[in-house]
């Protein structure tokens, strides 16, 4: 393969490590990936299997830090949900302006939110449909109630959000 930045070498395959800087995030190091190199012009092109897979895998890597999210993780983690920076607002039930407050450094997030934040993260779902359930059903004057039962099979409680009768 020739090189796509200079296009005048043949690229060098070997394995090592790469610092990461294309997610995002200025501190992740892929260990041991195939990386190749232009001799020419030095330029890197990483092999980066199962790209998907390590995205989750830094995101769970940074629900689990001790410390607090920096504005580049909020970004990171934003993205790894597919939210926009309207979607993020709408799911926190806060401004748009405040996202760009937590994702641009000016203003850190509250730990309540972070707490919340890191929940979404981790349970790895989008929950967008949450205002607009609870608005249908307020505008249907539906009562819904949990109901919550023992499956023995299972030896688990199990639950559902049904109508009441």
């Avoid at 294309?22 to 260990?31: M, P, R």
């Avoid at 030095?42 to 390590?54: D, F, N, S, T, Y």
């Avoid at 934003?78 to 748009?96: M, Q, T």
Wanted: hydrophobic fraction near 35%; charge should be positive; include cysteine.
């Amino acid at each position: 393969m020739r090189c796509p930045v200079c296009e005048r070498a043949e690229l060098v395959e070997k394995v090592q490590n790469y610092h990461y800087r294309e997610c995002g995030l200025g501190n992740v190091v892929l260990t041991g990936i195939t990386v190749r190199s232009c001799p020419e012009c030095g330029a890197l092109v990483p092999k980066i299997p199962r790209m998907e897979a390590l995205h989750d895998c830094i995101a769970h890597a940074l629900v689990k830090k001790e410390e607090r999210l920096t504005p580049e993780e909020i970004v990171f983690l934003r993205k790894s949900l597919g939210w926009s920076g309207a979607d993020f607002a709408d799911n926190l039930h806060c401004d748009k302006s405040q996202v760009s407050k937590w994702e641009n450094g000016r203003v850190p997030m509250s730990k309540q939110n972070e707490l919340l934040f890191r929940e979404i993260v981790a349970r790895g779902k989008k929950i967008d449909d949450y205002k607009r359930t609870d608005a249908a059903r307020k505008e249907a004057g539906k009562v819904v109630s949990l109901f919550v039962s023992m499956d023995d099979s299972k030896r688990q409680w199990t639950d559902e959000w049904r109508e009441a009768a």
